[in-house]
């Protein structure tokens, strides 16, 4: 299995992160990719990668999220804080680390948070911003997106990437996933598969394997979102094997089939042996 979107360095996760990877490995999970929230933590996400356990991979994404937009939101503050993200991965990129840099994020919209034209404007500056960092280094995009489809919509059409998108967490309707796919996205669905209803996160799962099967994954969002069946006040990569029983009761598949589809579609989109193997030359 593999954690498609977690933030191993968050607590309460970051300051028990060997056993959090013991726990992940004991359910079968091979590799995580760990978002980022904002530049300043970008080194605590580099020393997770010192951390190894069995055959746990650990892969980060460095980003602004929307939600650190919002914590500083005027122009300034985020001039500075979009520079020190360009500094500090030029300078991750000279160092052997960056091999397991798979992606750039977690970045993109969320107006749920942003309520005023201006805030908002903010966080489509930053998402812009980092969207041509993504293409500039050959990754693709970690995208947190809340009730703002149709300005998603519009900035994927005018910024098109051959390195695609990850829509994490999609709560969407199925309805979008057609036209986000043909702008390159791919879909990442977690926890909320595990509790009560969650008719519309189903229906667009189904959607997304029945006509775009390698256009899926899954995550955990780990700390941010536990699961039901457990009683942890946060979230684990090792919730993982509750996802993937969750999705084989909706796609009626059995759940080593869930499992190797959805890790093998995250490792081509994120190209993760393929970092993998770099790293070992």
Same mark, same amino acid.
């Given at each position: 299995?593999?954690?498609?979107?977690?933030?191993?360095?968050?607590?309460?996760?970051?300051?028990?992160?060997?056993?959090?990877?013991?726990?992940? @490995?004991?359910?079968?999970?091979?590799?995580?990719?760990? @978002?980022?929230?904002?530049?300043?933590?970008?080194? !605590?996400?580099?020393?997770?990668?010192?951390?190894?356990?069995?055959? $746990?991979?650990?892969?980060?994404?460095?980003?602004?999220?929307?939600?650190? $937009?919002? /914590?500083?939101?005027?122009?300034?503050?985020?001039?500075?804080?979009?520079?020190?993200? *360009?500094?500090?991965?030029?300078?991750?990129?000279?160092?052997?680390?960056?091999?397991?840099?798979? @992606?750039? %994020?977690?970045?993109?919209?969320?107006?749920?948070?942003?309520? =005023?034209?201006?805030?908002?404007?903010?966080?489509?500056? @930053?998402?812009?911003?980092?969207?041509?960092?993504?293409?500039?280094? /050959?990754?693709?995009?970690?995208?947190?997106?809340?009730?703002?489809?149709?300005?998603?919509?519009?900035?994927?059409? *005018?910024?098109? =990437?051959?390195?695609?998108?990850?829509?994490?967490?999609?709560?969407?309707?199925?309805?979008?996933?057609?036209?986000?796919?043909?702008?390159?996205?791919?879909?990442?669905? %977690?926890?909320?598969? #595990?509790? !009560?209803?969650? !008719?519309?996160?189903?229906?667009?799962? !189904? *959607?997304?394997?029945?006509?775009?099967?390698?256009?899926?994954?899954?995550?955990? *969002?780990?700390?941010?979102?536990?699961?039901?069946? #457990?009683?942890?006040?946060? %979230? /684990?990569?090792?919730?993982?094997?509750?996802?993937?029983?969750?999705?084989?009761?909706?796609?009626?598949?059995?759940?080593?089939? $869930?499992?190797?589809? =959805?890790?093998?579609?995250?490792?081509?989109?994120?190209?993760?042996?393929?970092?993998?193997?770099?790293?070992?030359?």
């Amino acid at each position: 299995m593999i954690d498609a979107h977690a933030h191993l360095d968050f607590d309460p996760l970051s300051g028990d992160i060997q056993q959090v990877l013991a726990r992940a @490995a004991h359910q079968g999970v091979r590799a995580i990719v760990s @978002a980022g929230y904002c530049p300043e933590n970008m080194d !605590k996400q580099v020393a997770l990668l010192s951390h190894s356990v069995a055959d $746990v991979h650990v892969f980060i994404a460095p980003g602004l999220h929307p939600w650190a $937009v919002s /914590e500083h939101s005027d122009r300034h503050s985020l001039q500075t804080r979009l520079a020190l993200l *360009d500094s500090k991965l030029s300078a991750l990129k000279s160092t052997p680390q960056f091999a397991h840099v798979c @992606a750039l %994020g977690e970045c993109g919209l969320d107006y749920y948070r942003a309520s =005023s034209n201006a805030e908002r404007a903010l966080h489509r500056e @930053a998402f812009l911003h980092q969207l041509a960092l993504a293409r500039e280094y /050959e990754l693709p995009a970690i995208i947190h997106a809340v009730k703002c489809h149709d300005d998603l919509l519009a900035i994927l059409r *005018d910024n098109p =990437s051959p390195f695609g998108f990850q829509l994490h967490g999609y709560s969407g309707p199925e309805s979008l996933i057609r036209p986000l796919q043909e702008c390159g996205a791919v879909f990442s669905f %977690g926890t909320p598969l #595990t509790w !009560k209803g969650q !008719k519309k996160i189903k229906r667009a799962l !189904k *959607d997304a394997y029945t006509h775009f099967p390698e256009c899926w994954m899954l995550e955990t *969002d780990a700390p941010d979102r536990p699961v039901t069946q #457990t009683n942890l006040e946060h %979230g /684990e990569p090792a919730d993982l094997r509750h996802v993937v029983q969750s999705v084989s009761e909706v796609l009626d598949l059995d759940e080593d089939e $869930v499992s190797t589809l =959805s890790a093998r579609n995250a490792d081509d989109f994120f190209g993760l042996s393929r970092r993998m193997s770099r790293s070992i030359c």
